[in-house]
Every structure is written in C-alpha cells, then in structure tokens.
C-alpha cells in the first residue's frame, strides 16, 4: 500500500513520474506479490479461529458431561433416600391386640429390609423389595461405567471416583456388605448380582475380598474399620 502511494501520486521527480502504462504494470506486480501473502495471512488467522473454535467446543462438552454426571450423582442419592420399606405387624398391651404399619426411608428403610432377610435369605429374589435393591445396584454400576468412560478432565474424574467411593462406604456399605454375606449360600441371579457388585467395591481396598471366605459376619467389618 505504501508503494502504491509513491507510484499513483504525482511525481516530485521526473524519473519516478510514471506513465499509465508502467502504472498499470507495477499495479498488477504489486497485486500478484501481495495476493499469495494476503491469503497466507487469511489462512494461518482462520486456522487460529478454527483452533480456538475447536478448544471451546471441546471444553464446552467436557464441561456438559460434567454436569450430567453430577446431575445423575443426585439423582442416584434421590434414589436412596427414598427407598422405602413398610413394616406391618400386630403388637400386644395388656391383653389388646392391635395392628400397626411403620414406614421407613433411606437408611432406616435398608436397615429394616436387611432385618428382614436375616429371617430367611433365601426369599431375597424376584420380589418387589429385592427389585429396589438391585435398582440400586444398577444406577450405582451405570454412574461408576459413565464415569470412566466420559470424556472429562481427568482431575474432576479423580474426583467424582473418590465421591463415589466414598458413598458407597457411608450409604451402602453398611447394608450390602451384611446383606451379602446373608445371601452367599443363594444361587439365583439376584443374589449373586449383589454378591458380585459387593465384591467388585470390596476390591477395590482389598484385592483378594472373598465373601465366602468369613465364617463371622462382624469379621467383615473388622477388616474395614482396622485397616
């Protein structure tokens, strides 16, 4: 451009005073210089913008499926705390007899249902309460395979694994681990779903984690609370 106005201006010498012709020429020389370097230019900034364009896109989904993990992270905990159990039974006062129905949620809820199946566990199968556990079971698995699989940054992925962890120890853990050590001797299906979900947790602090293998239920938890 600075060129151009040396050469289009009128001359303050008579050697640089061009005629139309020569202006012509230097004209189209000065284009065909300027052309290639010009889209040279308009290349490396539009490779810029793709590039930035591309980083935000990709945070952008990072930062999507962080909050979908989160969103199912409560909805897993909405989960357990309203899972239910209705306790029904007759009580006896000076001589009357009268029927009551208690109903729990959440931990209460767990508690009451595990003190079911210490009576029999083998009833723990295909039955309304036995489904909610297992339903438990299920959305825990999903959110922990969602987890590892997702593309996030690798810090909120530690992160979401610890709280993961930790849930389990202080919301599930106190049920299930008793639970499966009640249901060891079942065969069916949902026995052994829970057992193996109980034994897939379990190992992740101590590999060699054997239900089987405790002659005492509060061996169990000795194992946990001295290590």
């Known amino acids: 451009m600075i060129l151009s ?61 962080l909050d979908l993990i989160l969103v199912m992270y409560n909805q897993l905990q909405v989960e357990y705390e309203n899972f239910s159990y209705t306790k029904k039974g007759t009580s006896t006062t000076g001589g009357v007899t009268t029927s009551y129905e208690n109903h729990f949620k959440g931990a209460d809820a ?6 079911s199946f210490r009576i029999k566990p083998e009833k723990f199968g295909p039955s309304y309460q036995s489904d909610k556990i297992i339903r438990l079971v ?35 853990r106190p ?4 639970l499966a050590y009640l249901l060891r001797s079942n065969t069916n299906s949902y026995s052994k779903e829970l057992i193996d979900f109980v034994t897939s947790q379990e190992r992740k602090q101590k590999q060699d984690f054997d239900i089987k293998s ?11 609370y001295n290590s």
Do not use: C, W
């Not at 405790?214 to 946990?224: A, H, Q, R, T, W």
């Open 110 to 115: 767990l508690r009451e249902n595990l003190a």
């Open 175 to 178: 049920v299930f681990l008793s």
């Open 5 to 65: 106005i040396f050469v289009f201006q009128e001359a303050y010498y008579a050697h640089f005073n061009f005629t139309d012709d020569d202006k012509v020429k230097i004209s189209t020389t000065i284009n065909a210089l300027s052309t290639p370097i010009i889209s040279l230019i308009s290349v490396i900034l539009l490779y810029i913008t793709l590039s930035k364009q591309i980083e935000s896109n990709y945070f952008q989904k990072k930062s999507k499926n």
């Open 214 to 224: 405790y002659k005492e239920e509060g061996d169990l938890f000795g194992d946990y």
């Open 138 to 172: 299920h959305s825990f698995t999903l959110l922990e395979n969602i987890i590892t699989t997702m593309d996030l940054e690798e810090e909120s992925r530690n992160l979401l694994n610890r709280n993961m962890e930790s849930l389990y120890k202080t919301s599930f």
